[in-house]
């Protein structure tokens, strides 16, 4: 009697876990474009609990499968500064396609990930590099490092050490050029150089926004965390101008609505509203001429 009471305790303990732990929408910051093979990549991505609450502190993993060979590598995602987001960086040894899936809060699968050849790299040489990575995405430090060195070449001229003041000044102009003009140039050139909003690219973003975890839609293939909170967008057919103003702030069109603002950027949000009109060469306007 005693033990069956106590098992009934326990479920009602679980059961209660589940439901107070309950689910979240996991949304890639961005979708990792121009991936090559042999050089490191970050990921970021932001996890809502319940779809609206940005939470922080959740161990996560990312890994990733080589279609063809099975290859299987696994990597860390670390908590940054900001509430709710997280980092990885991804080193992909092959060129060809790699499913992957980030375990955070329950496995979201995202689209397969197509990486280009690139440089082979030796295993042993995988770790520095994902560390020069991480250092070159903090532009503003190596920019720092530059005044340092400037100040260092002003003291080495005061002292009439005249012949490394120079040297020391070049290096430093030069490493604040790096850090403070051009590494941030570079990254605007290639966000506007990036993938153009097609049909394709929405149906993508569709997932690895985490709009999967809410809506269903016929063309899209997911088997991961549904809540199926939001109507079924396969045949959803609403302007263009409303899904402008809905994708950018939903709570802005409904005050009270549970769709959270997902922080698409202009380009995504075209993506989608290219997806969810049908207007490319997915089957929802084959399905709605019929
Ligand atoms: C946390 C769950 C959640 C996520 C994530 C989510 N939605 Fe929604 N969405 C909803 C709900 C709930 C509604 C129902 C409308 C409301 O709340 O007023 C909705 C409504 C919509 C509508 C219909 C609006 C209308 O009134 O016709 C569209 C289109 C839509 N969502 C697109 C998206 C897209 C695209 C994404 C991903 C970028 C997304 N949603 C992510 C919950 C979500």
Not at 12 to 28: D, E, N, P, Q, Y
Not at 72 to 90: C, I, K, S
């Amino acid at each position: 009697m005693w033990a069956l009471l106590g098992l009934v305790g326990i479920w009602c303990l679980w059961m209660g876990a589940v439901w107070a732990g309950g689910w979240a929408v996991l949304t890639l910051e961005s979708w990792p474009e121009n991936v090559v093979a042999g050089e490191p990549f970050t990921v970021r991505y932001a996890l809502r609990q319940h779809g609206n609450h940005l939470i922080s502190r959740i161990e996560g993993t990312v890994t990733a499968v080589h279609t063809e060979t099975g290859e299987r590598l696994q990597f860390t995602a670390t908590d940054t500064d900001e509430t709710g987001y997280y980092e990885a960086t991804l080193l992909l040894p092959a060129a060809g396609e790699w499913r992957w899936y980030i375990d955070s809060f329950g496995r979201f699968e995202m689209p397969p990930l197509p990486v280009e050849t690139g440089m082979a790299v030796p295993a042993a040489a995988a770790a520095p590099m994902i560390w020069l990575a991480k250092l070159t995405s903090f532009p503003w430090l190596l920019g720092f490092m530059g005044v340092v060195v400037v100040g260092t070449a002003v003291g080495l001229w005061r002292r009439q050490q005249t012949r490394f003041a120079p040297v020391a000044a070049l290096l430093g102009v030069t490493l604040c050029l790096a850090g403070f003009v051009v590494t941030p140039a570079v990254g605007m050139v290639a966000s506007e150089t990036a993938v153009p909003p097609t049909a394709e690219w929405g149906e993508i973003l569709f997932v690895a926004k985490g709009c999967v975890t809410c809506h269903q839609h016929d063309d899209v293939a997911y088997n991961g965390i549904r809540t199926d909170m939001g109507p079924n967008l396969s045949h959803h057919q609403v302007g263009a101008e409303f899904l402008q103003l809905w994708l950018r702030h939903p709570a802005q069109v409904r005050p009270q609505t549970l769709m959270p603002n997902l922080e698409l950027s202009d380009r995504e949000i075209e993506a989608l509203i290219v997806f969810l009109s049908g207007d490319g060469e997915t089957g929802v306007k084959e399905t709605a001429v019929k």
